[in-house]
């Protein structure tokens, strides 16, 4: 069974810096791309960042791009969301999705429970 | 960026009734659209990929039609269990984007 489990949410202010991971289990990580999505309180679900399965390519939405880097780590099944300059706009719930695919953007066929992002002063 | 609009926002069915979805893109995306189930406080689920194709585990009363710009998601024999919003997105090109959503409320 895919199982998707995110950390590293929290309150931080606005211009702070916070680091998400998530820990994959249950399939080939290696295999397959992976993307994280956001979706603010009572807001449709918006695409941030996706990651080739060797570690690239990398996209980022437009929004995020410049402050946010996607990484994984093959050897640990990990993948990681590091946030930077952080606006009052990024507090959303974040997910760890799978994409059914190694390389590029396609359906996202497994999502984690989510990691609650809050900034604010 | 491909714009994903959906319709009704909100839709009231009876159990047992069928429920039509539709989902919209300002340009074409082929068939590489999505669905997904949202229940409250819980993560989206995949319901069918491809535009028809339903993902591992579905039931065979949810079916995906359409191409290009319009597509539409079907629940036949709506069952208590189905309530909750679903979204419609487009993978042809980047952005990924999603739709606004359609609630399915249980009448």
């Known amino acids: 069974e895919v199982q998707l489990l995110e950390s590293g949410g929290g309150l931080v202010q606005p211009g702070g810096s916070l680091r998400l991971s998530c820990a994959a289990s249950?399939?080939?990580?290696?295999?397959?791309?992976m993307n994280w999505v956001r979706q603010a309180p009572g807001k449709r679900l918006e695409w941030v960042s996706n990651?080739?399965?060797?570690?690239?390519?990398?996209f980022y939405a437009d929004s995020v791009k410049g402050r946010f880097t996607i990484t994984r780590d093959n050897v640990n099944n990990r993948l990681y969301l590091q946030m930077h300059s952080l606006r009052v706009e990024d507090t959303a719930i974040y997910y760890c999705?799978?994409?059914?695919?190694?390389?590029?953007?396609?359906?996202?066929?497994?999502w984690g429970q989510g990691t609650l992002v809050t900034v604010s002063s | 960026e491909i714009v994903m609009t959906q319709s009704p926002a909100t839709l009231s069915v009876s159990p047992g009734e069928r429920a039509t979805l539709s989902c919209w893109a300002s340009?074409?995306?082929?068939?590489?659209l999505g669905w997904y189930q949202q229940k409250p406080g819980q993560a989206p689920r995949l319901l069918i990929y491809?535009?028809?194709t339903r993902a591992t585990g579905i039931p065979a009363r949810f079916s995906g039609s359409g191409s290009g710009t319009d597509f539409t998601l079907t629940i036949n024999s709506l069952q208590p269990e189905d309530f909750g919003v679903y979204y419609c997105?487009?993978?042809?090109?980047?952005?990924?984007?999603f739709g606004g959503g359609t609630k399915v409320e249980i009448k």
């Open positions: 340009q074409s995306v082929d068939s590489d």
């Open positions: 999705a799978k994409d059914s695919r190694s390389i590029g953007g396609h359906d996202l066929d497994s």
């Open positions: 491809g535009a028809s």
């Open positions: 990651i080739g399965n060797s570690g690239g390519p990398t």
């Open positions: 997105q487009q993978y042809e090109d980047w952005p990924l984007t």
């Open positions: 249950g399939f080939n990580f290696h295999n397959y791309a």
